[in-house]
Each structure stands twice: as C-alpha cells, then as structure tokens.
C-alpha cells in the first residue's frame, strides 16, 4: 500500500500546513503549475515526487518535468497531466490516447476546482485536487490524499483551509 499526497497549481507557493498534512505521505504527485524550481525542490527534499510541468511554468520546470506522467503505482495504471479536461470535455490529444491506453486513474490541475468522479465511458477515476496556491479566483487552498492497495484507491480525503 502507497500513501499519496496529491496537489496542483501551487504556483510557487506551499502553504505551511501542507508539510502537516502530508506527513505520512509515501509519495507527493504534483498535477502542473509548480510555479518555480524552489518549490520542485522543497517537494522533492520532503518526499518522493512525481510531477508534470504546467502552462505556466518556466523552462528549468520544462526541463527535469513532463507534460505527462503515465506509469505504475502498485496495480493502478495512473496518467498525470496538467490540462486534461473532465469527463465528457478531454483535451482532445489525451481524449485519443485513452483509447490505447487507458488508465485506472487519470489526474489533471489547470482548473482550480477539485473535482473526483467515476468516468464510465473511459472506466476510470477521474481526480482533480483543485489549486494548493494562493493565485486564482478559489476561495480555498485544496488538495487530496488518498492509498493505493494493490488495485484499490482508497481512504480519500479532500483537504481543504481558508488560502488567507
């Protein structure tokens, strides 16, 4: 079992509650809009960290982040993205490669809306953790932990507190 921190659109900023939170994290995914390489950084000192840059992050980002991560975590096939869309409203490049090669869990940012739904057209859980940053119309400062068990995705949990 991998105990996973999920966070996007920090837009470098890393509230201090977050370190709390994701304490007993196996992993931390970071879903684009790092914001700059100090945050990269931090993360990765703290945890191992999986990340996909963002459309606003900057070329140092670009360089040691892919604009996708799709890989293996215990026995659930994950696909990281920054700008992937909702059920029913893909990026139509991602919307083309599911057909080949669908994932059992497909996690994206851009938005800063958390949004976790069941895809049944595509069979997979679909996340979004919302925005970890201060920038942006969001009220609230969110992201996701959750365990992976074998083929399980389990024990979800929204974080959420007040971005001022």
């Not at 991998?2 to 900023?13: A, E, P």
Request: proline content about 5%.
């Amino acid at each position: 079992m991998k105990i996973i921190g999920l966070l996007s659109d920090t837009h470098s900023y890393l509230h201090p509650k977050i370190w709390n939170h994701f304490k007993d994290c196996d992993e931390i995914w970071h879903a684009g809009d790092i914001g700059n390489i100090e945050i990269f950084n931090k993360l990765q000192k703290f945890k191992p960290l999986r990340a996909v840059y963002g459309n606003i992050d900057c070329q140092k980002i670009r360089q040691i982040c892919p604009k996708t991560q799709i890989f293996k975590c215990e026995k659930i096939n994950v696909w990281i993205t920054h700008i992937g869309g909702y059920p029913n409203n893909y990026n139509k490049e991602i919307k083309k490669d599911f057909l080949k090669n669908p994932p059992n869990l497909f996690i994206c940012g851009h938005s800063h809306i958390l949004k976790v739904m069941y895809d049944k057209k595509f069979n997979f859980l679909h996340m979004n953790p919302g925005a970890a940053g201060k920038y942006g119309a969001h009220k609230f400062i969110t992201m996701l932990k959750f365990n992976i068990n074998e083929k399980k995705i389990e024990d979800l949990k929204v974080i959420q507190f007040p971005k001022n």
